[in-house]
């Protein structure tokens, strides 16, 4: 009997610690997908960031190292420089991007490192239990917005995948969900692309990667899946913002 | 290899720093430590070195993280305030027992203080500055020459300890110019770094680089075992210089800027007869202690000399026998501030027995 599905090399056959209705597990396994495709397992370098995301190195089978909240793309920038022939890709939450980091992935992308970035918004906080995050949506109720996000105190959510591709040194944004066969479908090849202009050497990529979190938001798995279909792609649309070099 | 060079301290670490094999510098402009990134974005690449102004101390510092944790040697230099930045990087560093070095010309605070001379930023660099408890190593160079040696020495002390390395010196070192000779690298026997991750290669061991240590005991674990390595550190690495104080009645005891003043003033207390002699930390990380016990078995009283209210006074009191009678004369850091030999002179006086 021929095997047609098994496990991504990449990966570690260990038990996650995601929960039930996670969208983490999916999107690990199209990134690790892109690396078996690839054939750089043996020449990619994790950048674990801080969240739920810090756990990397226990699911991923390639070297990795674990940055403070935020600087996940300045880590990035120096294990690159210093090894140039390697492939480095960082996977952040939003509010370890799109707030604490600010800074350092506006830098990165700015000067153009040869790195692919994997940035998971799921509107909120989840390691530290649903606080509001930097993308949270207009209304959306968290632990520190009970009244729902208030813009006029909040500011609105940040569209990290267009805000980047207006950069010069951005090469590829896109953003892309896991909601759907279809949608994971299209989230693998537009993976694989980002990680294709790393192996081409053809410069810095951004990949917004729309996840649920179920349990900080307080809805079962299928709920959590129909809210990011009604309520969150409306306002982050699935789209390829840049692709510079139309790989 | 002994012809003399006249450079400016910053200039000397800039290029002691090629000379031990810098390969990634990541920095951010600031006074008085500005001439260290200039210098490094002129020559560094010209040796296949990476050089990258970055937007901030805290991109700077998480740079040479990551160039660190793939086996390069990295450094970032900077100056109060840009240091105070770094702090949240040293500790993330510390925690992966990653080697780096990093450079304090330090200017006064806090806050934004001003760019004169000061040496107030002694506890931030020897009781590790940020959060978490660690230490990490650091040499106070007295001397331009010093600051080409001591910035080498710092590469291969991280290296070798696994622990972050601080050049800590003022802007009256790190802008004045004297003549040095500028050695070439020392040998010296370190092991390879096969904890730096590089790839995982089939057969290989995954290498993670982290501070996160959530195992029972593994937290616990990693306190002593780093607790430990500081006593091998005190042991084998501690550096100091002593000037006549063989039949010294008063030590007077100082570091970096302030230690070149009062050598002056040692000198003008020996031609009045007095019996004085001068201690000069090296590292202050580790602090020599056990030779300033040594000294306090037969003299029994210093003066302790500083450009703060008294920081380092601290670690010369735990060090001492409990009998010795330690003075301290400070000028907390201010333009105009520096003090002159003939000031420490009349301090010496004042407190000789």
Known sequence: MNQVFSRPISLKDVQTHFCPGCQHGAIHRLVAEAIDDFGIRERTIGIASVGCSVFLYSYFDVDVVESPHGRAPAVATGTKRARPDRIVFTYQGDGDLAAIGTSEIIHAANRGEAITVIFVNNTTYGMTGGQMAPTTLPGQKTSTSPEGRDISNDGAPFKMAELLSNLDGVAFSARVAVNSPKNVLQAKKIINTAFRYQVEGKGFAFIEVLSACPTNWGMNSLQANQRLTDEMIPYFPLNVYKNKGNL | MSEKIFVKGNEAVAMAAIEAGLRCYFGYPITPQSDIPEYLARELPKTGGTFIQVESEIGAINMVLGASAAGARAMTSSSGPGISLKQEGISYMAGSELPGVIVDIMRQGPGLGGIDASQADYWQATRGGGHGGYRIIVLAP???????????????????????????????????????????????????????????????????????????????????????????LADRESLWEEIQTGDAELIVTAFGSTARISRTAVDMAREAGLKVGLMRPITLFPFPSHAYLALSQRCKRFLDIELSTGQMIDDVRLSVARDTEVSFYGRPPGAGSLPTPEEIFQQIRKVYP
Do not use: C
């Not at chain 2, 002390?157 to 601080?166: E, G, N, Q």
């Not at chain 2, 040998?187 to 770094?193: G, H, N, R, S």
């Not at chain 2, 995954?206 to 006593?231: C, I, P, T």
């Open chain 2, 142 to 232: 007295a001397s331009v020459q010093e600051m080409y040696d001591l910035t080498m020495r710092a590469f291969d002390l991280s290296d070798l300890y696994r622990i972050p390395a601080m050049v800590l010196a003022d802007s009256v070192i790190g802008q004045m110019k004297e003549s040095i000779v500028a050695n070439p690298r020392p040998e010296v026997d370190l092991p390879a770094k096969e904890w730096a991750v590089r790839g995982r290669r089939e057969g290989e061991p995954q290498n993670v680089v982290k501070s996160l240590k959530l195992g029972d005991g593994e937290m616990e674990a990693f306190h002593w075992a780093m607790h430990d390595r500081y006593k091998v």
